[in-house]
């Protein structure tokens, strides 16, 4: 502003002086007014509080306008004179920062227009008053416009203020640059994040912090996408002014603003997001190859166990048939208990593992719901029978006779709870009570209750009923025997059939365990397939099937023998897939009972061949799966291989009985 008064001074002392009537000009204010500019000018350059500069210039600004308004009084208000003064007046109270110094501005100017024309003569005094008055007027719209100035500039301010305050608290890093990549401003977390004082990043060209320059073809591909909507973003490599990289999410926005294009860098170091996730990347890995390696030592083990409890329990079988006096059958039935009592450990921690990994998969098959009750209850009849416990079934009315679900996990979960009362009861009864709870859009809601007069549960050990190898009481282990597993693995099967299990008790009086299912109900009553025959008709029948055993494993081939045998079947054992496929040419058989695991051909790839080999066609006879894998899994591969039956070992033997018969049928 000194520079301006300077440079004003010296216009118009030259158009008053020389091009004008100069004898009603003076030299001296010229003079005074640009010593005063040339001072406010120096002092510009000197250390100083800008609160002194300020002041001083507010002075020239002053002694300027004195200047400009004794001009125009000495020279009768000449019109020249008078847009002189107006457009001072106007500028300099612009130039004020705030409302305040601009109304005292205007009134001073006016005050010191109005003493000019107080001491000028009464002739021209006229005139005086009407200029005074104009300016007066002029003076109170440029008070309007200042007035309107400084709203504009407190609401920008304010607005400025806030969108770099919310910039600032940011964690991202801002940059605005040029259509080219100039820096044309930072922010301060954009320093910090390249290694630079932000004001430093001005000038810079963007490009050079990519670890690879854009080639022209992504330059362009980049500048399209831009250009059609408005903004850009990915994860980039880019480096520091060490030359240190980092991963970076960047953010580009086009913004065009008063015929400028901006684009606005967004920019946020997601190394540490990207190390994260790639260590939990790396961690899920890990779980489920540890899950994978669990599953497959599982089935393995499974199988390693399965196949010489076959034998084991096969033999037991076949030699409580034989002649024996009461000693040799006691020790015969306690090896078959002692074996049954092991198998059951070995599927409750075959389900405890799918349970946990959550791959138990629920078949939906309709079943008879009353048949199935009944099955369990003659189950556990021997075990009350032998303590003297009497046992009680209700099925209330409206319970369906047939539902659709899974029966086996079903006949699972009450089992569990009616073997464990029938254990845990000394006298009394157990009793087993069905009712339906709901029935919505052919959806079953189904209530279990298991009830006994057993020994109960303390109240302090119910949260840890339900927890996996939990038992109530040490002891227990020792006394009744059993896993810790029973309990949790009906509960994750009851939560996977929609359902919740509850219980109360009382120690020392009983307890009570009810769960509820949910099953569709069906259409039609399910006729359950009759295969109680005789002993005479069930000889003749047998006696006539050829059966081709699959089986590598030299005791489990004489148990499946001597076992088929003693029914009357005609057997030929095979020791691979191969075998299977050479005797299938050279002999008819009416049923075909296929171990997996074998050697140069398993059991899988032998049943896809004559399934699918043309050279077989009408050879091929029904395929059971006889195997030591008793996965859910293999239970799958063995029905997408085109198997009809799933029988697991230890083989029982009513369940063989049944494909036995059910061959026969289909054969006569």
Not at 154 to 159: R, V
Not at 354 to 363: C, P
């Amino acid at each position: 502003m000194s520079v301006i008064g300077i440079v004003i001074s010296a216009f118009f002392a030259l158009v008053f002086l020389v091009f004008l009537d100069n004898s009603k000009e003076l030299v001296w204010d010229r003079v005074v007014v640009g010593v005063i500019s040339a001072l406010v000018y120096g002092y510009s350059f000197m250390n100083i509080p800008t609160k002194r500069f300020f002041r001083a210039s507010s002075f020239l600004f002053y002694v300027f306008t004195a200047q400009v308004v004794i001009s125009c009084a000495l020279n009768d208000y000449e019109i020249i004179h008078l847009l002189a003064l107006f457009l001072t007046l106007q500028a300099i109270a612009i130039s004020f920062k705030t409302q305040k110094a601009t109304v005292q501005y205007l009134v001073t100017t006016n005050l010191l227009l109005f003493i000019c024309i107080i001491i000028m003569p009464s002739s021209e005094r006229f005139l005086g008053v009407y200029v005074s008055l104009s300016f007066m007027i002029g003076s109170g719209l440029i008070f309007f416009i200042v007035r309107t100035k400084v709203k504009f500039q407190s609401s920008t301010k304010l607005q400025k203020e806030l969108l770099l305050a919310l910039i600032n608290k940011t964690e991202d890093s801002i940059v605005v640059t040029d259509f080219e990549g100039v820096i044309y401003e930072a922010t301060p977390q954009a320093g910090k994040l390249f290694d630079y004082d932000y004001q430093e990043l001005e000038g810079l060209d963007i490009s050079d912090f990519r670890k690879h320059r854009l080639t022209e073809e992504e330059d362009r591909i980049g500048v399209s996408k831009l250009l059609k909507e408005k903004f850009w973003n990915d994860e980039i490599r880019m480096k520091k002014r060490d030359g240190s990289e980092f991963d970076a999410f960047v953010s580009i926005s086009w913004i065009h603003m008063f015929n400028l294009e901006y684009l606005v860098y967004r920019i946020r170091d997601i190394s540490e997001d990207n190390a994260a996730k790639a260590e939990l990347i790396k961690a899920k890995e890990d779980a489920e190859a540890a899950a994978k390696a669990k599953a497959e030592f599982l089935a393995t083990m499974s199988h390693e166990i399965r196949t010489p409890m076959n034998g084991v329990i096969g033999m037991t079988e076949l030699l409580g048939d034989t002649p024996l006096n009461e000693e040799q059958k006691n020790f015969v039935n306690t090896i078959q208990i002692s074996g049954k009592n092991l198998l059951t450990i070995i599927n409750d921690i075959l389900d405890f593992s799918k349970a946990e990994s959550g791959k138990i998969e629920l078949e939906e098959a309709p079943f008879d719901l009353e048949q199935t009750m009944d099955e369990i209850m003659d189950l556990v009849a021997p075990s009350a029978n032998k303590k003297n416990i009497e046992l009680k079934k209700t099925i209330n009315k409206g319970v369906p006779k047939s539902v659709v679900g899974d029966s086996t996990r079903l006949k699972q979960i009450v089992l569990n709870l009616i073997g464990n009362a029938v254990k845990f009861t000394h006298e009394g009864s157990v009793e087993l009570a069905v009712r339906k709870r709901s029935s919505q859009e052919g959806m079953l809601n189904l209530e279990f209750a298991i009830i006994d007069t057993g020994i109960g549960i303390p109240s302090e050990k119910m949260d840890f009923l339900f927890e996996s190898f939990s038992k109530v009481d040490s002891s227990t282990t020792r006394k009744y025997g059993g896993t810790g597993l029973g309990l949790a693995i009906s509960k994750k099967l009851i939560e996977l059939m929609g359902g919740k299990v509850m219980v109360s008790s009382e120690d020392g009086k009983g307890s009570k365990f009810t769960f509820n299912v949910h099953l569709d109900s069906v259409q039609q009553e399910i006729v359950p397939e009759n295969i109680e025959v005789s002993e005479t008709e069930e000889e003749s029948l047998l006696s006539t099937l050829n059966v081709l055993v699959a089986e590598d494993n030299l005791i489990n081939q004489q148990v499946i023998k001597l076992l088929l045998q003693k029914k009357g079947v005609n057997v030929t054992i095979a020791n691979n897939g191969l075998e299977v496929l050479n005797l299938v040419n050279s002999d008819l058989f009416d049923l075909i009972l296929m171990d997996i695991q074998m050697p140069e051909m398993d059991g899988l790839e032998a049943t896809e061949r004559l399934l699918t080999d043309d050279q077989y066609g009408s050879r091929v006879p029904d395929i059971i799966a006889m195997t030591a894998n008793a996965m859910d899994q293999d239970r799958r591969n063995c029905e997408q291989a085109g198997m009809k039956g799933f029988i697991s070992k230890p083989i029982n033997v009513e369940e063989l009985k049944t494909v036995l018969l059910k061959a026969a049928r289909h054969k006569n």
